[in-house]
C-alpha cells in the first residue's frame, strides 16, 4: 500500500500537475474549513497574509489559474495529507515487507490475511507423484497439509511489526508442517494403490485359562514422514510445487508384538487374583473363563484398551451376599485357675454382613479397565463371645476312683488302679506336663530296675516324674492298687482322658 501511494504521487509530480513542500499547512495559515466559514481563498491567504508565505504550502500550478482549479488543488492536497496519514496508522497493523512465513511472502498483511495465505499456498501447493505414481497429481489440501498459520502470523507481526523499520527484510519465520494420516493415507491409496497392503495388528485372545497373544505382520504404503519433510523443504523455498517418488516403505501395525504382550502380561496377573475380598481374604473367586468373559480389548491408538461388562458382574455381584454373610462362631477355651488359656477347643470366629453394594458393579469395572481385579467388598463385622472351661482331674486313692470336672460339674468318674505297696501314688497338686500317645515302659532286662517291661503304653500322661495316667491292657482289675506308681486304667477310658485333658490341666491326688 505504501509503495502504491508514493508511485502515485511520483506520476503526479511528473506531470507538472502538483508539487509538493510539505503535507501539513503552515502555523496560522487559513485551512480549508475557516475558507469556508468566512469565503476566502486559503491559497490566496497562505500567499499573502501575514509571513504565511514564507512557508510555501501550495498544491496549485505556479503560474495564474482560475479560482475554482486553486480550490482543487486544496482538495487534492488534504485528501493526499490524510492518504498519508492513513499510512502511518497502518503501518501499526501490518506485518513488516520481506516477511516470509513457510515460504510465502507476507509482509504489507495483516496478521490475518498472513494466515490465510499461507493456509491457501499449502493446500494449493502440487505433489507429483513419481515412480510408481506415474506422474499423477495430489495437492496439499487432498493430504490434509497443517500449518498453525495463526500463530505464525501474529508471531510474524509482533516481531516484525511495519513500523519497525529496523524488523524490515528479516530472516524466514520457519513452520511445523504435517499431514493429516488419513486424509493423505485415502488420497495417495486413491492414486497409487499397487504401493499399499494393509498391516495386521497383533491380536490378544483368551484361551481356556489365559490371555495369550497373536503375532503382528508389517504392512507397505508411502513414507508420510518423509513426503512431509518435502513438502516442508519445498514450501521454505517457496516453491509451489515439488515431485515425490511414490514407493512402497515399510508400515508398522497399530497394534505391535510388544503391546500385545504387555497386555497379555497385565491381563494373565490381573487373572491369578480377580475376586471379591474382605481384607485380604479372597473370599469370592471368580474364575478365569468368568472374568475374561466381562472383558473386552478394543484397538485404541496404538494401544489395547481394557473394557469390562458392568451388567455381567453385576450377575456375580448379586450372588455376594450369600457367600459373604456368616454368623460369628464363638469360642471355647480350656483354662486353668489363674484363667490361663490351655487350648482353643474352638476358635473364635466374627461374623460379618455384606455393606452396600449399589455401585459395586460399575467400581469393578472401572478397576478392571485399569488391571486392578482385587476389588474391597463393604463388609461389617459381628464379633463372638467366647466361653472358657476350667477342667480338672480328681484322683482319690480311698476309694480307687478318678473323677473330671468341668466348671466344677462332675462330668464323669471311673475306677482306676493306683500305685502299690511301696510304689503307691504320691499324693498332690499337680499338672499334666508331658503326653505321649504311646510309649514303652519298663526294662527289656527284667533282672534290672523297675524289674519289668511293658511295651506299646497307650494315652500316657505324666503329671509328677515318673508318674502318669496312661491305659492298661494287661489286667481289668479295677479299683485295686496294681501299679508301679502310674495311675492306669481302660485304654477307651485313657484315650477320652487324654483328648479331654490338654497340656497344663491340674490333676489333684488325695486319700
Given at each position: 500500500m505504501a509503495s502504491r501511494i508514493l508511485e502515485r504521487l511520483t506520476t503526479l509530480k511528473g506531470k507538472g500537475g502538483v508539487h509538493v513542500t510539505d503535507l501539513v499547512?503552515?502555523?496560522?495559515?487559513?485551512?480549508?474549513?475557516?475558507?469556508?466559514?468566512?469565503?476566502?481563498?486559503?491559497?490566496?491567504?497562505?500567499?499573502?497574509?501575514?509571513?504565511?508565505?514564507?512557508?510555501?504550502?501550495?498544491?496549485?500550478?505556479?503560474?495564474?489559474?482560475?479560482?475554482?482549479?486553486?480550490?482543487?488543488?486544496?482538495?487534492?492536497?488534504?485528501?493526499?495529507?490524510?492518504?498519508?496519514?492513513?499510512?502511518?496508522?497502518?503501518?501499526?497493523?501490518?506485518?513488516?515487507?520481506?516477511?516470509?512465513?513457510?515460504?510465502?511472502?507476507?509482509?504489507?498483511?495483516?496478521?490475518?490475511?498472513?494466515?490465510?495465505?499461507?493456509?491457501?499456498?499449502?493446500?494449493?501447493?502440487?505433489?507429483?507423484?513419481?515412480?510408481?505414481g506415474g506422474d499423477k497429481h495430489v495437492t496439499g489440501s487432498d493430504l490434509g497439509v497443517h500449518i498453525d498459520a495463526t500463530k505464525l502470523a501474529d508471531k510474524a507481526f509482533a516481531d516484525h511489526p511495519m513500523w519497525n523499520i529496523t524488523s524490515w527484510m528479516s530472516a524466514p519465520i520457519a513452520g511445523t508442517i504435517t499431514l493429516d494420516d488419513r486424509a493423505a493415507e485415502h488420497a495417495l491409496r486413491a492414486q497409487v494403490p499397487t504401493v499399499y497392503q494393509d498391516a495386521t495388528d497383533a491380536t490378544v485372545a483368551f484361551h481356556g485359562t489365559g490371555y495369550a497373544a497373536t503375532p503382528a505382520k508389517d504392512g507397505s504404503g508411502i513414507d508420510l514422514k518423509a513426503l512431509t519433510a518435502a513438502i516442508t523443504a519445498a514450501a521454505e523455498k517457496g516453491q509451489s510445487s515439488l515431485a515425490f517418488e511414490a514407493k512402497a516403505a515399510p508400515v508398522a501395525p497399530a497394534i505391535s508384538d510388544k503391546t500385545a504382550a504387555a497386555t497379555v502380561a497385565q491381563l494373565n496377573t490381573m487373572l491369578s487374583a480377580i475376586g471379591f475380598y474382605v481384607g485380604t481374604e479372597r473370599t469370592v473367586p471368580v474364575d478365569a473363563a468368568t472374568a475374561a468373559g466381562w472383558i473386552t480389548l478394543k484397538p485404541d491408538n496404538g494401544k489395547l484398551t481394557i473394557t469390562a461388562d458392568q451388567a455381567a458382574i453385576q450377575k456375580t455381584v448379586d450372588t455376594l451376599a450369600a457367600k459373604v454373610d456368616r454368623a460369628p462362631v464363638n469360642a471355647t477355651t480350656v483354662v486353668n485357675s489363674s484363667g490361663e488359656a490351655l487350648d482353643d477347643i474352638t476358635p473364635g470366629v466374627a461374623g460379618r454382613q455384606l455393606g452396600d453394594v449399589s455401585g459395586t458393579a460399575a467400581a469393578f469395572a472401572s478397576q478392571i479397565s485399569k488391571g486392578n481385579g482385587s476389588f474391597a467388598l463393604p463388609v461389617k463385622d459381628t464379633p463372638f463371645s467366647s466361653t472358657s472351661l476350667l477342667r480338672k482331674v480328681d484322683v482319690n486313692l480311698s476309694t480307687e476312683t478318678l473323677t473330671v470336672t468341668e466348671n466344677g460339674n462332675v462330668v464323669d468318674s471311673w475306677l482306676i488302679s493306683s500305685g502299690r505297696g511301696d510304689f503307691a501314688t504320691h499324693t498332690g497338686s499337680f499338672t499334666v506336663n508331658w503326653k505321649l500317645d504311646s510309649q514303652n515302659m519298663g526294662n527289656t532286662d527284667l533282672t534290672k530296675a523297675p524289674f519289668y517291661y511293658q511295651p506299646n503304653v497307650k494315652w500316657v500322661m505324666y503329671f509328677n516324674g515318673d508318674e502318669a495316667l496312661h491305659g492298661v491292657y494287661w489286667h481289668d482289675n479295677w479299683g485295686t492298687p496294681m501299679s508301679h506308681g502310674c495311675v492306669g486304667m481302660p485304654e477307651w477310658r485313657a484315650e477320652w482322658l487324654f483328648d479331654w485333658s490338654p497340656q497344663g490341666t491340674e490333676v489333684n491326688v488325695h486319700y
Amino acid at each position: 500500500m505504501a509503495s502504491r501511494i508514493l508511485e502515485r504521487l511520483t506520476t503526479l509530480k511528473g506531470k507538472g500537475g502538483v508539487h509538493v513542500t510539505d503535507l501539513v499547512t503552515a502555523a496560522g495559515a487559513p485551512t480549508e474549513e475557516n475558507s469556508i466559514v468566512d469565503g476566502t481563498d486559503a491559497t490566496t491567504e497562505a500567499a499573502t497574509g501575514d509571513g504565511a508565505g514564507d512557508r510555501h504550502a501550495e498544491w496549485a500550478p505556479s503560474e495564474d489559474a482560475p479560482r475554482k482549479k486553486r480550490h482543487i488543488g486544496r482538495w487534492v492536497g488534504i485528501g493526499l495529507g490524510v492518504l498519508a496519514l492513513g499510512l502511518g496508522a497502518a503501518s501499526t497493523i501490518l506485518i513488516a515487507p520481506g516477511t516470509a512465513i513457510a515460504g510465502v511472502q507476507v509482509g504489507g498483511m495483516t496478521p490475518g490475511a498472513a494466515a490465510e495465505a499461507v493456509s491457501n499456498h499449502l493446500g494449493a501447493m502440487q505433489v507429483t507423484l513419481t515412480g510408481d505414481g506415474g506422474d499423477k497429481h495430489v495437492t496439499g489440501s487432498d493430504l490434509g497439509v497443517h500449518i498453525d498459520a495463526t500463530k505464525l502470523a501474529d508471531k510474524a507481526f509482533a516481531d516484525h511489526p511495519m513500523w519497525n523499520i529496523t524488523s524490515w527484510m528479516s530472516a524466514p519465520i520457519a513452520g511445523t508442517i504435517t499431514l493429516d494420516d488419513r486424509a493423505a493415507e485415502h488420497a495417495l491409496r486413491a492414486q497409487v494403490p499397487t504401493v499399499y497392503q494393509d498391516a495386521t495388528d497383533a491380536t490378544v485372545a483368551f484361551h481356556g485359562t489365559g490371555y495369550a497373544a497373536t503375532p503382528a505382520k508389517d504392512g507397505s504404503g508411502i513414507d508420510l514422514k518423509a513426503l512431509t519433510a518435502a513438502i516442508t523443504a519445498a514450501a521454505e523455498k517457496g516453491q509451489s510445487s515439488l515431485a515425490f517418488e511414490a514407493k512402497a516403505a515399510p508400515v508398522a501395525p497399530a497394534i505391535s508384538d510388544k503391546t500385545a504382550a504387555a497386555t497379555v502380561a497385565q491381563l494373565n496377573t490381573m487373572l491369578s487374583a480377580i475376586g471379591f475380598y474382605v481384607g485380604t481374604e479372597r473370599t469370592v473367586p471368580v474364575d478365569a473363563a468368568t472374568a475374561a468373559g466381562w472383558i473386552t480389548l478394543k484397538p485404541d491408538n496404538g494401544k489395547l484398551t481394557i473394557t469390562a461388562d458392568q451388567a455381567a458382574i453385576q450377575k456375580t455381584v448379586d450372588t455376594l451376599a450369600a457367600k459373604v454373610d456368616r454368623a460369628p462362631v464363638n469360642a471355647t477355651t480350656v483354662v486353668n485357675s489363674s484363667g490361663e488359656a490351655l487350648d482353643d477347643i474352638t476358635p473364635g470366629v466374627a461374623g460379618r454382613q455384606l455393606g452396600d453394594v449399589s455401585g459395586t458393579a460399575a467400581a469393578f469395572a472401572s478397576q478392571i479397565s485399569k488391571g486392578n481385579g482385587s476389588f474391597a467388598l463393604p463388609v461389617k463385622d459381628t464379633p463372638f463371645s467366647s466361653t472358657s472351661l476350667l477342667r480338672k482331674v480328681d484322683v482319690n486313692l480311698s476309694t480307687e476312683t478318678l473323677t473330671v470336672t468341668e466348671n466344677g460339674n462332675v462330668v464323669d468318674s471311673w475306677l482306676i488302679s493306683s500305685g502299690r505297696g511301696d510304689f503307691a501314688t504320691h499324693t498332690g497338686s499337680f499338672t499334666v506336663n508331658w503326653k505321649l500317645d504311646s510309649q514303652n515302659m519298663g526294662n527289656t532286662d527284667l533282672t534290672k530296675a523297675p524289674f519289668y517291661y511293658q511295651p506299646n503304653v497307650k494315652w500316657v500322661m505324666y503329671f509328677n516324674g515318673d508318674e502318669a495316667l496312661h491305659g492298661v491292657y494287661w489286667h481289668d482289675n479295677w479299683g485295686t492298687p496294681m501299679s508301679h506308681g502310674c495311675v492306669g486304667m481302660p485304654e477307651w477310658r485313657a484315650e477320652w482322658l487324654f483328648d479331654w485333658s490338654p497340656q497344663g490341666t491340674e490333676v489333684n491326688v488325695h486319700y
